[in-house]
Nanobody
Framework: QVRLVESGGGLVQAGGSLRLSCVAS????????MGWYRQAPGKQRELVAL???????NYAESVKGRFTISGDFAKNTVALQMNSLKPEDTAVYHC?????????WGQGILVTVSS
């Protein structure tokens, strides 16, 4: 069974940086989009950034200019560089891989930004 595993979360002060990484634990083929989502306490899960295998990238307005997504579709890995972090970025971050007719999620990793 294929799983996505996130790493790189933790506690950081406002203004600091973190880099999240996500790798597939097994063989997976046909991934066409990878992305990061987050869910803050008491809120719905929201899109943070998406990257397609054609190179198209989309960001949530709240993270534009601060976060950068990168992906390697040959290795099925995706990373999220987060700079100038704010307390409102505190959330559980999940990576997601999209294949035709199937999506795979990671279990999530906590990012806490202190003020």
């Amino acid at each position: 069974q294929v799983r996505l595993v996130e790493s790189g979360g933790g506690l950081v002060q406002a203004g600091g940086s973190l880099r999240l990484s996500c790798v597939a634990s097994g063989s997976i083929f046909g991934v066409n989009t990878m992305g990061w989502y987050r869910q803050a306490p008491g809120k719905q899960r929201e899109l943070v950034a998406l990257i397609s295998n054609s190179g198209t990238i989309n960001y949530a307005e709240s993270v534009k200019g601060r976060f950068t997504i990168s992906g390697d579709f040959a290795k099925n890995t995706v990373a999220l560089q987060m700079n100038s972090l704010k307390p409102e970025d505190t959330a559980v971050y999940h990576c997601r891989g999209q294949l035709p007719g199937l999506e795979v999620w990671g279990q999530g990793i906590l990012v806490t930004v202190s003020s």
